[in-house]
């Protein structure tokens, strides 16, 4: 079941899901870059009904701090300044993490895909009002990360600053 294994991930990460797992159309959910509704735990988890859909859990944002400090060595050094996705999308589980990295003084986009052997970092985006930087490996996923209205889905590299950055289905 889908939902145990969104459930699984979040424990091997040490993060605290709230509530159950919902179901929302994946171009809304990716648009979202709020907090996402609360699924009523009485309901039980959801799976996903279709390939627009996403099967997704809603995390506390303090609740990746742990896992910020300790994939990336240094106590404080990225905290997490919007709600954190984890989601299910066409059978494959994907984190996506947004965070001030205190230490190079920029906001920081991360985006993981999970797989048998663990987590791969498929997208590291640095940005500011001045410049983004990013290391962008999506070619084989249905995203991209969009900068300023410009989906970029694959490099390395630098564009003009932007006060947000969306990890977005690919058009």
């Given at each position: 079941m889908m939902s145990n294994k969104l459930r699984n991930i979040l424990i091997g990460a040490g993060i605290a899901a709230v509530g159950a797992i919902g179901t929302k159309a994946a171009v809304d959910y990716l648009r979202n870059r709020g907090q996402e509704e609360k699924v009523d735990e009485s309901q039980g988890d959801q799976q996903a009904t279709s390939n627009q859909e996403v099967a997704y859990a809603v995390v506390e944002p303090s609740s990746v701090q742990d896992f910020l400090d300790k994939s990336f060595g240094k106590p404080g050094r990225y905290v997490a300044n919007r709600p954190p996705k984890v989601f299910e999308y066409?059978?494959?589980?994907?984190?996506?993490?947004?965070?001030?990295?205190?230490?190079?003084?920029?906001?920081?986009?991360?985006?993981?895909?999970?797989?048998?052997?663990?987590?791969?970092?498929?997208?590291?985006?640095?940005?500011?009002?001045q410049k983004t930087d990013y290391n962008i490996n999506l070619a084989n996923t249905p995203f991209a990360v969009e900068v300023n209205g410009k989906q970029i889905k694959s490099g390395q590299g630098e564009t003009e600053g932007t006060n947000d950055v969306d990890l977005v289905l690919a058009s």
């Open positions: 066409q059978g494959e589980d994907y984190m996506v993490i947004w965070a001030r990295d205190n230490e190079q003084n920029k906001n920081q986009m991360l985006a993981f895909i999970y797989n048998e052997s663990g987590r791969d970092m498929i997208a590291s985006v640095g940005y500011t009002d």
